[in-house]
């Protein structure tokens, strides 16, 4: 059965802004999520549970609800965390470095956090990280407005790919060489003539399982696009 996700019960815990439990204990929410994160970290997703956090800590479970409500509170509590701190604008270096500095960025912090690619999405992000995660891509889209971008549409592509590419490279398994065995005994020119070509040509037991070389690869063609919309010559406006 899933929990249920309330929003606004979840958020007091993101912002920490709920009213404080009566305790004499150290116990508190900053707590809980740091040991739930160092259990993730260790363990994977799967790994946490209310139950196991208090065993870490040496508290019954109880004691962990009086300052989070459920498992999907803490876990969304974990993601806002391990997100941590947004990059800082890089307007000296243009809207495009900028914007691949941002994806580079989130990248490291998948590296750091597998098991955030794990997590469900059931809303959009309500916690401060979160939000200012996204503020640091809409910022740079939304002054290019001669472009005419849908701009949470776009941003909401980029962060989804980015996520998305690092729980692929994350699953893949690290040794290929099986699997290009497999292909170059099955892969036949004439029924699949582009993936032989292809595969021929860059070996399909090259270092598959990092995709940080297609993430750039597929952020530069869009960015590439979205320049060909604005006017010649001219840089955003900033609009500070």
Known sequence: MTEEHDPARTARVLWRDGPKPATRTRLSADTIVASAIAVADAEGLAGVSMQRIAEVLGYTAMGLYRHVANKATLVAA????????????????????????????????YQAHPWLVEVPTRSAPIGPNELAWFEALARPLAELDAAGLDVIGVATFLSSAVRDLARIALELDADQTAHAEVLAEHLDGKRFPTLSRLFGHAGPADDTADLGPALQHGLHLLLDGIELRLPTGKEPENHD
């Open 78 to 109: 974990m993601t806002d965390t391990a997100y941590g701190a947004a990059p800082a604008p890089r307007r000296a270096d243009g809207w495009r470095a900028e914007i691949e500095s941002w994806a580079t960025e989130l990248w490291r912090v």
